[in-house]
């Protein structure tokens, strides 16, 4: 069964840090590019961030540039974001999801599977 799990969201001031994992089971992480989302409250799912299947390249949307790095392990069939110098904007639901393809593009009316989500608060 495919399976696309998020896990370290949790709540952290202004400033800090967090590092969501993706844990991946049933298909072959390997070939599929992986992009994170999330979505606040009243407001749509927007892309964050993608990474190739390989790990080799990745972008951004602008508002996360230099603050969010994603990476991926695929011996551990798991893809991270590391989160930094986090702000109350970045308060959402993060998702992971996974496209068939290998190239780190990820709109995300082409991800294929996506996971449940991990909620990140961003508040003092």
């Known amino acids: 069964q495919l399976q696309l799990v998020e896990s370290g969201g949790g709540l952290v001031q202004p400033g800090g840090s967090l590092r969501l994992s993706c844990e991946a089971s049933?298909?072959?992480?390997?070939?599929?590019?992986i992009g994170w989302f999330r979505q606040a409250p009243g407001k749509e799912r927007e892309g964050v961030s993608c990474?190739?299947?390989?790990?080799?390249?990745?972008n951004y949307t602008d508002s996360v540039k230099g603050r969010f790095t994603i990476s991926r392990d695929n011996a551990k069939n798991t893809a991270y974001l590391q989160m930094n110098s986090l702000k109350p904007e970045d308060t959402a639901v993060y998702y992971c999801a996974a496209r068939t393809y290998s190239i780190s593009y990820c709109p995300k009316s082409a991800m294929n599977y996506w996971g449940k989500g991990t909620l990140v608060t961003v508040s003092s």
């Open positions: 049933g298909f072959t992480f390997g070939r599929y590019a």
């Open positions: 990474i190739s299947s390989s790990g080799g390249s990745t």
